[in-house]
């Protein structure tokens, strides 16, 4: 978790750009074919049918609930869960997800997760990262997909955990008939149950599959681009509010990839998240334990850490239009913020440490651990008010 002081060297990231690789990668014809199809088929057949016939309310009904049901099967299951680790479930919630995660199309859990933790470890990088934003926008969006490229190929050594597991592994072995059960056999099912066959297969089937398809996609190319840094400018992941609204909670991506352990996505109990929701609910209901969170003093940290930096940039500006003497008081005010906040940090960090190995050995008297406990609250909050001073500050000099 660094923070980098102020007036340090910059990113090394940013430096070595390096242009989209020129590497020859075969089309992937299956893929291929079927991203092109269903997208053109939805965009033909969809308003055909609703100006032909017209769509039952249980066509669309079922639209959304499978939706959402797609949907989260990703963004709790595939992501949250079996990409990171971040909580446990109860087989009864890991089959929904198998099963509806199936229906998305978006490859089996196995492969989709040792990819995206060779996302979050290689992030940014050409070569690894497999849907690199500095690659682009189509690539990191679909252009990943319609290749075989070599930053693609299976590797699942980071993914042992996940061969150890019969569900993950019975969906993986499948997969095939699976994906086909989920996405026709099943709306067909349902129209008929509904009486709206060809309804639902084009609402709840089609047209659900390509809205997931490219919300999901948007993570890895918008969220890379289009959004805010408010945690870290280590990697190009954004937040940003109004792609999280179309990815159940996703789009606070910046946050996602300096916490991925964390189990939610927007941090703040306002911000859209229903993934965490769900899996707060499923917690509620006991059938999800083990949520990990990070202190909320790392996040603060982060945060400031930030500010830090946004400050030295807008020094730099100064530096450009302003009186040696302005340029000189800023960088001491720099500095006393600077050493304030390490010398929290500092203190926090004993006080947990005492907290922890204390309560290990159970040595702590109920009052020290209150005292204790009140001071590291009262450090936090200390932060959280220089973290206003500092946007305050930064405004003023830039
Ligand atoms: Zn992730
Ligand atoms: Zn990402």
């Not at 990943?144 to 569900?167: C, K, Q, T």
Request: aromatic letters at 16%.
């Amino acid at each position: 978790m660094g923070y980098s002081p102020p007036f340090g060297s910059g990113n090394p990231l940013m430096q070595n750009e390096s242009p989209a690789r020129e590497e020859y990668a075969p089309i992937n014809w299956v893929t291929t074919i079927l991203f092109t199809v269903t997208p053109l088929a939805a965009l033909v057949f969809v308003p055909w049918y609703g100006i032909t016939h017209g769509y039952s309310w249980a066509a669309v009904i079922l639209f959304v609930l499978l939706q959402w049901a797609g949907g989260l099967a990703i963004t709790a299951g595939y992501h949250r869960l079996w990409s990171h680790r971040t909580y446990n479930a109860h087989w009864t919630a890991r089959l929904f997800f198998m099963l509806f995660g199936a229906m998305s199309l978006q490859n089996s859990i196995l492969i989709w997760s040792s990819q995206h933790r060779t996302h979050h470890r290689f992030v940014d990088d050409v070569d690894k990262d497999p849907y690199s934003a500095r690659r682009g926008f189509w690539f990191s969006h679909m252009g990943w997909i319609l290749r075989d490229y070599p930053s693609g190929v299976n590797d699942f050594s980071n993914a042992r955990d996940l061969e150890r597991d019969p569900m993950v592994m019975f969906q993986h072995r499948y997969y095939l008939p699976l994906t086909l059960f989920m996405n026709i056999a099943f709306p067909l099912l349902l129209g008929w149950a509904v009486g709206d066959v060809w309804g639902v297969f084009l609402l709840a089937g089609l047209l659900r599959l390509v809205l997931n398809h490219h919300c999901t996609w948007f993570i890895n190319s918008l969220a890379h681009m289009w959004g805010s840094q408010p945690y870290t400018d280590e990697n190009t992941a954004r937040d940003n509010g109004v792609l999280a609204f179309f990815t159940f909670g996703e789009g606070y991506h910046n946050f996602h990839h300096i916490f991925q352990n964390d189990y939610r996505n927007g941090v703040r109990w306002w911000q859209w998240d229903p993934t965490k929701w769900l899996i707060n609910a499923l917690s509620a209901m006991g059938l999800a334990d083990n949520l990990k969170t990070v202190p909320d003093l790392w996040i603060q940290r982060a945060q400031i850490a930030m500010q830090f930096k946004r400050m030295e940039a807008a020094l730099e500006k100064r530096r450009a239009r302003g009186t040696d003497e302005q340029i000189e008081r800023f960088k001491a005010r720099v500095g006393e913020e600077y050493a304030a906040f390490r010398r929290a940090l500092e203190e926090w960090s004993k006080l947990r440490d005492q907290w922890v190995t204390d309560r290990k050995q159970r040595l702590l008297q109920r009052w020290e651990e209150t005292t204790l406990r009140s001071r590291m609250r009262e450090i936090e909050h200390s932060l959280r008010v220089q973290r206003r001073r500092l946007q305050v500050m930064t405004k003023a000099y830039a």
